[in-house]
């Protein structure tokens, strides 16, 4: 357990990212030595403390999703701990050798199908060292975690009784090197004098209390606050305003009397605006609900809208509803009373939008990402493939306090620009909220729970990154070792099987 929550306290603001590199290195050797159930017990035991100290916090939303995403993604870990812990009984040198594969497998699997929960990567854990990070911008925030990964396997050498002195000291040598080699790229890549962005924005941080923002009836509080920040920062040079992730408590595309009063907001400005809010379409006869924004243009006109592609898996919605109905908020509360009773908070029951889209800005396009979305390197990667020049990220982490959640969600947003080399702005509703450039570095911010406009310049996508051409090359092939590891070991187990 005290592993798992150093291992987990490698995602906290600060110098804690270094415990990233040590804190695989006991955990591995016990699990090493263990066998049948005893091993599976351990590692399950790691793996669920693990979860549970890095994403607590999904409970200030829904504890039941809480639940079920530690208990579900907990077995994501074992089942490779496992696979590591039959190939080293076979051979030690097997599981050395195959571990920062299977690890890293087991992260690209979690950004696939609508089960993904792709948060507690551990290449996230180096986004407070920004000479390291700038790395994934070449082998992606996967192949970052491939390298922390080996640095552990390295270090267990030191541990281990077999190697000999020469080895262990080569083996302290080696990941000294990684570690070196990579802060050093990141000094070299990295420029010294920072250039000016390019377009004019401004990020509205509302900090908006939650009971007061749902309230029934309650939604004009919201449309006052942001239309006073708004009249009070009204500047001719800004290009586009940005509120934060359902700023607009309401369905803007079929509510007439919000839609006219956030409308004539943003006319007042003469400026278009992206906008949080919520939505509903009928997908297959059936009414269904979206977490959504939109862009009106400086009249007051919505032009265009996105439906929020990836959904937070048991706090947004339930994967694959049409197929677990049973499952669907409105079902649950037929039969379990203790919902409404005593108002457990229990997961929503958005639907996800069919497609991304790019929004037009004075002849440039860029593309939104709602809250989860920047979890994905390969969505984020599309989008800019697709031609955005910049993205802009909208969200509303007041459901995490002041938690570890708002800094892990910080660190993963700062993350994609650096593997893009995309300029990036994030809005939220009590923080954290800047402007990031292609580097990493956060060019202007407002502090948490400030109620602000923060206007500065987001700079245009000014070539392809590595990463960005090539794609998570580490992911994907880390992700097709695995499978093959497990095919071999599962024809083994038949042929040893029907031999009998």
Known sequence: MVWAFLLSLSFYPGLF????????????IIISKLKGRTAFNAAYFFSFFFNLFTIYWVAMVTPPGMVAAVVIVSFYYTAILMLFNKLHSIKPIFGFIALPFLWTGLEY????????????????????FLYILQIVSVISVHGLTFLIVIVNVLLIQVFR????????LTSVFISLSIVAGLTAYGWVVTPRFPVEGDIDVALIQGSVPLNVKWAKNNAEHSFKLYDSLIQA??????????????SAPSYLCNDFKSRKRVGGIVAKSNVPHLIGGLASSFVNKKLRYHNACYQFDSTGKIEQQYHKVKLVPFS?????????????????Q??????????????????????????????NLYGVLICFECAFPEFVRDRILDGANFMVGITNDT??????????????FITRAVENRCWMTRTANSGLTYIVDDYGRIRDELGLYEVAVLKGKVGLLDSYSIFTRIGDIFGQFSFLITLGIWGILIALWLKRKFIR
Request: glycine letters at 6%.
């Open 17 to 28: 990212g270094f415990l990233a590199w040590v804190s695989l290195v006991r955990p591995i």
């Open 109 to 128: 699997f979690r950004t696939l199908s609508e089960f993904a929960f792709p948060w507690s990567d551990l290449g996230y854990s180096q986004a407070c």
């Open 161 to 168: 009784k077999t190697p000999s002195p020469e080895r262990k």
């Open 233 to 246: 920062s009204v500047d001719s040079t800004i290009k586009l305003y940005v509120w934060p992730e359902t």
């Open 316 to 332: 947004e919605h339930v994967p694959y509803q049409d197929n677990l109905p049973f499952l669907e908020k409105s079902f649950l």
């Open 334 to 363: 037929k039969y379990l009373s203790f919902i409404d009773n005593y108002g457990v908070q229990w997961w929503s029951d958005f639907y996800p939008g069919d497609s991304p889209k790019l929004f037009k800005l004075n002849g």
């Open 399 to 412: 459901w995490f306090g002041e938690s570890v959640g708002i800094y892990m969600h910080s660190n993963i």
